[in-house]
Structure formats: structure tokens, C-alpha cells
């Protein structure tokens, strides 16, 4: 992870400083935010990812780039909070529940007119080998069509 002074702006003797924040995950995934402090505090202004990033993982995106962000503020973190190694997406439920939200992104993204191999990808997190494992084990279950009719 990487925080870097953009710019500041100083306006009677207040300061709005902006700050380029990038976080890289092992597993290639990437979030490129813009963040912002003020008097009024730290926020979140702009956020980038890739692959996209889920509801889930924005709403603890604050979590993941607090304490670098208020290091680099000269801020002290809440005393007792320690940071933690997060994953670039969190784990993706196993077993049926599992299979049933595979074959719910891949019927979505059908009906869209978008790549369901991708759109798994994304959702899941994970490459395109275990993406197609996951909606082979989807359609084991009966959750997706056979891909090629029986004789």
C-alpha cells in the first residue's frame, strides 16, 4: 500500500490536503482511491478498482487504507486498534450457497449480454480456471443447464 500527498490547499489558516492512496493485493487485484482531510475530517472522494469491487469489500475499503492514511496525515490511530492483512475480496462461500451465487452472477451477466466467465471472475475474485471449476460444480448441482444436451 502506498499514500501520497496530492495536493493542499490553505485558506485562513485551515488546510484541505488530498491524497493519492493504491492499494496492490497478491493476487493482482487493485484499488486506486483519492482521499481527503480536512477540518471536518477524513474522507473517501474517489475510489478505482480492478477487478471491480463488491459492496462488501467498498464498505470496508475505509478499514483497509485507515491507518496508513492517518500515518501519512500525522494522525494517531483510536488507541487498542490494531491493522489487519485483509484479502483483496472476501471469501467466497463454499458449497451449495456457493454454487447457487455462481449460477446467479453467471444468469445475470447472460441476460446482460456480458461474458459470465468474467462476470464470475469478478464477483468471485478468483482466475479463469477455478472460475470455470465453480460453474462446472454449479451446473453439477443443477443450478445451470447442462452445457451439452444428453442423447
Request: glycine share 10%; net charge neutral.
Amino acid at each position: 500500500m502506498s499514500v501520497r500527498r496530492a495536493w493542499e490547499v490553505r485558506e485562513d489558516g485551515a488546510a484541505t490536503s488530498w491524497f493519492d492512496v493504491r492499494l496492490e493485493f497478491a493476487d493482482g487485484a487493485r484499488v486506486d482511491a483519492l482521499a481527503v482531510m480536512s477540518g471536518e475530517g477524513l474522507s473517501v472522494e474517489d475510489v478505482r478498482a480492478r477487478p471491480a469491487l463488491s459492496l462488501d469489500d467498498l464498505s470496508v475499503l475505509a478499514d483497509w487504507i485507515e491507518g496508513p492514511l492517518c500515518e501519512a496525515c500525522g494522525i494517531g490511530p483510536a488507541p487498542g486498534e490494531t491493522s489487519q492483512a485483509r484479502r483483496a475480496r472476501p471469501a467466497w462461500p463454499r458449497g451449495i450457497e456457493g454454487r447457487w451465487l455462481v449460477a446467479q452472477e453467471y444468469r445475470a451477466a447472460q441476460e446482460g449480454g456480458v461474458d459470465p466467465v468474467v462476470a464470475v471472475m469478478s464477483a468471485t475474485g478468483h482466475g479463469r480456471r477455478k472460475s470455470l471449476r465453480l460453474i462446472a460444480q454449479a451446473r453439477d448441482a443443477g443450478f445451470l443447464t447442462p452445457r451439452h444436451a444428453r442423447r
